[in-house]
Antibody, heavy 121, light 107 residues
Framework: EVQLVQSGAEVTRPGESLKISCKGS????????IAWVRQMPGQGLEYMGL????????RYSPSFQGQVTISADKSISTAYLQWSSLKASDTAMYYC??????????????WGQGTLVTVSS | EIVLTQSPATLSLSPGERATLSCRAS??????LAWYQQKPGQAPRLLIY???NRATGIPARFSGGGSGTDFTLTISSLEPEDFAVYYC?????????FGGGTKVEIK
């Protein structure tokens, strides 16, 4: 069974750094691109960027380029999303999702359960 | 960036009724459109990809249609578990974009 399991909820302060994770299982993790998607409170879905765990190629949405860093460690089937200096406006639910389509740009066939990040002073 | 506009914002229907949701793109996306369902407190779930293909395990009451700029998601007969928010997503151009969602609520 394909599963993406994300790290737990985080409460943090503005200016702090943070790294959240997404661990894949039930399939060849290194061979499928993984995306990160933001959902702000009460809002819709926003694509942030993608990573190919086998060689760590990344592709960012212009809206998030330079704001976050996406990385992966294929040896432990885990992708990461990190911030160097959080803002209150980063408060959101963050989902990882597996790319399902054979061609790019993609659609997403499996999703993690989400990680709620709360940034508050 | 391609903007996807979903309508209506909210659809109030009873179980057993037919639901028709719309997604309009600001420019042609060919047939490169997907639909997702999201229930409260849950992650999105893929329903339809490339406009009309049901994802694995999706019941036949869900169907997608359209091409170019106008797309529909139809639920032929609403089941209690279908009351949720539905999003469309285009994969024609980078960056990927999602519509604002349609909430299907119980009347």
């Amino acid at each position: 069974e394909v599963q993406l399991v994300q790290s737990g909820a985080e409460v943090t302060r503005p200016g702090e750094s943070l790294k959240i994770s997404c661990k894949g299982s039930g399939y060849g993790f290194f061979g499928y691109w993984i995306a990160w998607v933001r959902q702000m409170p009460g809002q819709g879905l926003e694509y942030m960027g993608l990573i190919y765990p086998d060689d760590s190629q990344t592709r960012y949405s212009p809206s998030f380029q330079g704001q976050v860093t996406i990385s992966a460690d294929k040896s432990i089937s885990t992708a990461y999303l990190q911030w160097s200096s959080l803002k209150a406006s980063d408060t959101a639910m963050y989902y990882c999702a597996r790319v399902g389509s054979p061609q790019f740009p993609p659609w997403f066939d499996y999703w993690g359960q989400g990680t709620l990040v709360t940034v508050s002073s | 960036e391609i903007v996807l506009t979903q309508s209506p914002a909210t659809l109030s229907l009873s179980p057993g009724e037919r639901a028709t949701l719309s997604c309009r793109a600001s420019q042609s996306v060919n047939n490169y459109l997907a639909w997702y369902q999201q229930k409260p407190g849950q992650a999105p779930r893929l329903l339809i990809y490339d406009a009309s293909n049901r994802a694995t395990g999706i019941p036949a009451r869900f169907s997608g249609g359209g091409s170019g700029t106008d797309f529909t998601l139809t639920i032929s007969s609403l089941e209690p578990e279908d009351f949720a928010v539905y999003y469309c997503q285009q994969r024609s151009n980078w960056p990927l974009t999602f519509g604002g969602g349609t909430k299907v609520e119980i009347k």
